[in-house]
């Protein structure tokens, strides 16, 4: 949501208004539906001019994302949304920027200019899709397929350990990292909010299915009862607990270790309580996976830091009050130069 308060007042905008006239081009069924409708759908209520939000993505299905939106877009090239972006930001701090990208795009070949958005601390909003596949190439193994995972470019199996997008996050610094469900549209809707008002870089991971190359790979987050038993909702400052009423179960804290427990069987202060201010359990948390643990959704880790254009805006103030305002020209035939005869 808008932070500059000089900025003129956003009109009262509708879901429509972001509906651009594009055929939306993804295959019946894709969890991709309902993740840009739900963006769609919430921002209005960021009070943002359409004319100040820019959606650039990089390729994969998730990157048609800008096509569908009516607002400005870039779509680049493979891996270097975040690079673009955050150029963009640098020369144009004014703008809302989101990037869309998917687990390949964004974490095989864009692993790198993921690295370095998020350590920097760029304000933009990330998110990454999620399917555990390669779908625009028609169903290779990505960096967040499971291990085994029988594909048409692993046929004996991956024999790569998968990527934790959240842990990813977490360990090189992100300052918001969410997860959320493609059908979970309530609480996509919120942690999405919640992660464009943030200051700094928002990586929201959020969980989609791909119908025809990777169908339910999220299946345990699908199901309502397996909802219950699989999925552990974190909220600031409440225990973390799921499970179903009659078989309630929580997370303990053995050290740096989580723990399993049935509900009633610990006290209610030996339950772990979710701190998001507190990084370092945030990226416990985030490497819980499943059947041994549930999948935790929802905001697990929200800090405080520096803004990199807002540094190198400092720098540059700094630099013309010393030096004065510069001279590209007399830059460009200073220090050492050679006369070609």
């Not at 990089?58 to 096509?67: D, L, N, V």
């Not at 009862?225 to 804290?253: D, I, N, Q, Y």
């Amino acid at each position: 949501m808008s932070t500059d308060t000089n900025a003129p007042q956003a009109p009262r905008y509708t879901k429509k208004d972001f509906e651009s006239d594009q055929d939306v081009r993804w295959c019946p069924g894709c969890g991709d539906y309902a993740i840009l409708s739900t963006i769609q759908k919430m921002m209005p209520d960021l009070g943002v001019p359409r004319e100040d939000i820019v959606f650039v993505s990089g390729i994969g299905c998730s990157s048609r994302f800008p096509y569908y939106m009516n607002t400005y877009g870039f779509h680049t090239i493979h891996g270097r949304a975040p690079a673009i972006a955050t150029g963009l930001r640098l020369a144009r701090p004014d703008l809302k920027v989101f990037v869309v990208t998917g687990d390949g795009d964004g974490l095989s070949i864009g692993g790198n200019h993921m690295l370095h958005i998020l350590r920097r601390n760029v304000n933009v909003t990330i998110l990454l899709f999620n399917n555990r596949i390669y779908g625009l190439t028609k169903g290779q193994y990505s960096p967040t397929s499971e291990l085994g995972k029988v594909t048409k470019s692993t046929p004996l199996g991956s024999a790569d350990r998968p990527i934790n997008p959240c842990a990813f996050a977490l360990g090189v610094g992100a300052t918001f990292v969410a997860r959320t469900v493609d059908r979970n549209i309530a609480h996509m809707e919120e942690t999405l909010k919640r992660a464009a008002a943030h200051r700094g870089t928002a990586f929201v991971e959020i969980l989609q299915n791909c119908n025809i190359y990777n169908d339910m790979a999220w299946g345990i987050l699908y199901d309502r009862e397996s909802k219950a038993e699989h999925e552990l909702r974190v909220e600031h400052g409440k225990p973390l607990l799921f499970g179903t009423a009659a078989a309630r179960k929580g997370l303990v804290l053995d050290g740096v270790r989580a723990r399993v427990v049935t509900a009633s069987d610990v006290p209610v202060e030996r339950l772990w309580v979710h701190d998001q201010t507190d990084t370092a359990s945030a990226l416990v948390l985030a490497s819980l996976v499943s059947p041994q643990f549930p999948v935790p959704v929802g905001v697990l880790a929200k800090v405080e830091a520096p803004i990199y254009e807002d540094l190198i805006a400092d720098q540059e103030k700094r630099a013309i009050s010393e030096r004065g305002p510069g001279d590209i020209a007399r830059l460009l035939t200073s220090g050492d130069t050679w006369t070609i005869r």
